[in-house]
């Protein structure tokens, strides 16, 4: 007898490290998961092989992932399973199941004021779908509750399972409590409700300016941590390989001249002048701004023009990089630091590249050529080099200036700190003195210890070698007596044809064949389905086939 899909080893299952396989099942084992697993313990792998093991006839997916991650990641691994992934919705609804589609989130943004849009088409289709799975990777992505990609996931109506992937889905969950609702709206609406006044009268009360800011009310947070854990996990990535330690080094510079009159100026009054002309900063945001970038040597003008006024930042990097070992990684907030930077150490036999928002095409091959050997430094700007990358070739990352998001920061140098890396990973922080960049610094680092520590409450003692999969109980390298065994209780006693015979004849999982013996209103015989003859069996098989496609859903 042919295995039924159910029935086959899972080779990706098999292909996981040990120490990843009781993630893999409490995954399978929890409807609604939220996998928080540090970047570099596998969380793509882990979820491909619960994918694998989910696979039926009937197995229908959406996965939403970011763009950096589509072809350079999902693609690449989603081939190894017997399932057809489809990129968009005609294809998708053509094929035959099992089969998934693979979207990135800006294809669910849509247009605002254009219904007929692509994205709003797309919406449209796959909100009321009756999934099988719904995944989203990179969860923080939909933690604003007002956001566009937000809103479509809590608008999903399948009722099925539900996985959100991130290493780091909070920025600060004490400053921001709509970080988790928005996500937990999407994986388990009835955890924390889909109302957001709900939410906010039963766990917040206002603060900040006019009170347009939430906090938790005291023990507020206690309690929906308590709320949400049991779907919640933590995976780090120390848990599943060896890694070797991480070091912050901050190397401190002093701002001289015009560019130290700048900063004076701009930090005590918001104006200052350069070249002549007035720059303003009207909002407080727009003041940090301004101050970051004079730190990095240029700012931008009321009009948008850039104008370099100092070289403090760049003359401490140019003499870091000299005296480092290459290969390296060098982060900036700003795109004029990428070109600035680049222009600077161009020369002298070093082989330069980057990575920006805006070189999606050309990203994965820089990243294999970094990783082969071929590019000594690459410059990338912090938000888009820290997604979907492996970059542990290096082990000295540094930053030239950060964005004030622990997210971003976390995910940038976990490109360096992951599995593959063997040696000690540091990080050098380069900042002004006396200026707001240290402070941005030991913010991003305060929130990341916040972070880590809310996160302690998703750890979870998983038990090795406890399988909760059905592979595992019904395995070809079973011996032929606990085969017939197990056959036995699929038939009633004295009946020759069972499930088993049945799954076999239609190419059916048999899980599949229960359900629409049921919706067919098949008697069972002793408690169980069986037939004495297979003519019996095709009887009922030619029946089933005969209802109505409406009925047998």
Known sequence: MSLSRQ????????????????????????????????????????????????????FEALLVVPLANLSTTWEDILEKLDVT?????????????????????????????????????????????????????????IKSRSSAQSRVAGRIKADCRRIILTGTPFDDLIDDPQEIWAQMRFLNPAILGTRWADYTDKYLQPTGYMGYKWKFRRGMLKRVLKKVSPYCLRLMASDIVDLPPIKYIYKPVTLRGEQARMYREMDQTMVTTVNGEDVTADLTLTQLVRLQQICGGFIKDDEEQIHEVGRAKMKKLIRL??????????????????????????????????????????????????????IDIIVANAKAGGVGIDLFRSCVGIFYSCAHSYIDFEQAFKRLHRSGQKRTVKIYLLYAKNTVDK???????SKRDISAKVLRSFKKRLNQGD?????????????????????????????????????????????????????????????????????EMNEVIDAIKSKPKKDDD
């Open 7 to 58: 029935q086959k080893p899972s080779k990706l299952y098999d292909q996981l490290f040990e120490k990843q396989k009781p993630a893999a099942d409490w995954v399978l084992k929890t409807k609604n998961a939220a996998l928080f697993a540090e970047q570099g313990s596998g969380k793509t792998w882990i979820t491909t092989a619960v994918i694998d093991e989910l696979l039926d006839d009937e």
């Open 85 to 141: 992934v489809c990129r968009d919705w005609d294809s998708f609804k053509a094929a035959n199941a099992p089969k998934i589609i693979l979207v990135h989130y800006e294809a669910l943004i849509p247009r605002r004021g254009k219904p007929k849009s692509d994205a709003a088409k797309l919406v449209k289709k796959i909100v009321p779908y009756p999934w099988s799975l719904v995944m989203y990777d990179e969860s923080q992505r």
């Open 321 to 374: 990089v000299e005296r480092t070992e290459f290969p390296l990684v060098i982060f900036t907030k700003y795109r004029f630091e990428v070109a600035q930077i680049v222009s600077e150490l161009t020369g002298g036999n070093r082989r330069i590249s980057t990575i920006e928002g805006k070189t999606r095409k050309t990203r994965t091959q820089t990243i294999r050529d970094f990783q082969a050997g071929k």
């Open 439 to 445: 402070l941005i610094y030991e913010a991003i680092l």
């Open 467 to 535: 399988r909760i999969m059905a592979r595992n109980k019904k395995t070809a390298t079973k011996t032929e007596k606990t085969t017939e065994k197990a056959e036995k209780k699929e038939k009633a006693p004295g009946l020759k044809y069972g499930i088993n015979e049945m799954s076999e004849a239609m190419g059916v999982a048999p899980a599949g064949v229960r359900v629409k013996l049921r919706n067919a209103d098949i008697e069972k015989v002793g408690g169980r389905y069986g037939w004495e003859t297979k003519a």
